[in-house]
């Protein structure tokens, strides 16, 4: 058990516990379906063999240049699964995957396989486009969870040595001094590993790198000038040459990082640079560091922010599109960008102490993140639209398979989300059943969760403790809840509301139950007039739930459908689904005999039922739209 941290941070996950009606199916589900389903694409897919070195040019399956990063990524989804119980063929499976590894590992730490048997001799030479650094980070961040859930060092050793190369050749007099990553991803890594380890020269490599982008003389140039060749993606990007600006702003090195203010490019790089400069932030103190964070967020969150909390409009480069350009049908809104934007938002939320970042992460996590796995974890989404003419579904694998085993360390991880601590006591971030417990004060504290959040707003906590104990209890109060009511030991009681928390800072008496009750009626949500590609539309939310409408509950196409905007919203309780979906009245348009008429479409009375975002495409290929037209009949 551990005391409260010196900041503001997510308690060990060994301390918190998840016991939850919404969660916990999903959890086991990562257990018992998409981790076994997911090693058995890494081993057929190629990826557990090509760490054998043994692939010789003319062999199939060339090893990619991430391949690394999938395998870390599963490493670290079972990992902490493993801290939760033993399963011993998991942790067997585990277990080969890290030997691997170490066999692949140069004796100097290097490791990537593709530029040990495809482009020997060339590894650093395309730093911009040949995710050796993001691979280094992903593998870093399973060495550190792996240690922390088992105990055991030898992924962690492994990732020190080759973090230790990264140091030698990044630094001063190395081969890459002034270099840094094209897919951000590393920064944020090395943050983990020197909290893990206590070595500063981690910390200080990931800010060395951090404010080495987006300096002139220009890094990219110069290497793509030594290789001579357009790098890795170069067939890809043709226009490239031709387009310098943009294509820096695509890797975030357009602007140096404190100087940034505006969210541009591949959406997944940014969220994760993001969330390694507000780690950095909050290690270092740094305010102009800090207030990039505040404003790039400020910007992502009121001109490009999905109402599902998915990131990234345009699909031609995985990226953020101009403000308020937010399209439904052939919108991106990857998964990984959904998961980004749940760990930057959890580290502005350390770093600030304003429940406003964990308001967005909620609304990513239940919608843009759980959207992207469907129910019985073996098929996914790599887009998430929020629109779909009935040809969209999710796939059993990607030939850039990211989101797959990202979705599971995600939700495998949901302790580190669901609170925070400091040195004043204990916030709760997320509203799921189970305990979370900290040392204050030389006695041992536990707060346990009762809840059937999403579906019901009612959270019960009781704090147990050996004896009185005096701390803060903060609770989040969601931006969507339009009031609420609170109960300490059963009488009425008025909390000071406090960045968006309610605070009960009080002694707390073995066995004190506080209930929080929040409204969820479901509401109408606007989009802003500059929204066009919503405009006139209306969507459905309850809670923290985005609805849409299926072309399967539905009898028919989703566009035929409108609403009344007059008419009441109906929370449904639906066991067979196990969710509450809502209904309201509105009316179907008949088709026209001819592309364009005079008339307008004749129109009757239906029930348009609307089911949660997350849900949709587990029931077969159909019509979906999460934003639905008003009816002016």
Known sequence: ????????????????????????????????????????????????????????????????????????????????????????????????????????????????????????????????????????????????????????????DLVRRLADLVDREFGPGGSCEGGYDGHPEIEL?????????????????????????????????????????????????????????????YVQDHAPVREQSEAVGHAVRAVYLYAGMADLALETGDAALRAACERLWDDVVSTKLYLTGGIGADPSREAFGPAYHLPVTDGYAETCAAIGLVMWARRMGALTGEAKYADVLERALYNGVVSGASADGTRYFYPNPLASDGTVERSEWFDCACCPPNYARLVASLEEYAYTADPDGLAVELYVSGSARFDRDGASVRVSQSTEYPWDGRVALTVDTETPVAFALRLRLPDWAPSHTLTVGGEPFEAPLESGYLVLDRTWAPGTEVVLDLPMAPTRVHAAPAVAAVHGRTAIQRGPIVYCAEEIDNAGPVPDLAVDPHAALRAVPDPDLGVVRVDVDGVRERPIDSLYSTERPAAEPTVIRTVPYYSWANRGKGTMAVWLRESAR
């Open 1 to 156: 058990m551990s005391e409260a941290p010196a900041r503001r941070g997510p308690l060990p996950i060994a301390d918190v516990v998840v016991d939850d009606a919404f969660w916990s199916p999903r959890r086991e589900t990562v257990r018992t379906r998409a981790l076994p389903h997911q090693e058995h694409q890494l081993r057929t897919g190629g990826q557990f063999e090509a760490l054998k070195l043994a692939w010789r040019p003319g062999d199939e399956r060339e090893p990619h240049i991430f391949w690394e990063s999938d395998v870390a990524k599963w490493i670290e989804a079972a990992s902490y699964t493993l801290a939760r119980g033993h399963d011993p063929d998991l942790d067997a499976s585990v277990d080969e995957a890290i030997a691997l590894l170490e066999g692949a590992q140069g004796p100097d730490g290097y490791l990537n396989v593709h530029f040990t048997v495809v482009r020997p001799g060339e590894r650093f030479t395309d730093l911009r486009d040949a995710h050796e650094l993001y691979c280094a980070g992903h593998l870093i961040e399973a060495g550190v969870a792996h240690h922390a859930a088992t105990g055991k060092t030898r992924l962690l």
């Open 189 to 249: 890594a090395l943050v983990k590993l020197y909290r893990a380890t206590g070595e500063r020269r981690y910390l200080d490599l990931s800010l060395r790198l951090v404010d080495s982008r987006g300096r002139d003389p220009h890094y990219f140039a110069a290497e793509r000038d030594r290789r001579g060749t357009e790098g890795f993606f170069g067939p890809h990007f043709l226009d490239r040459p031709t387009r310098p600006e943009w294509y820096r702003e």
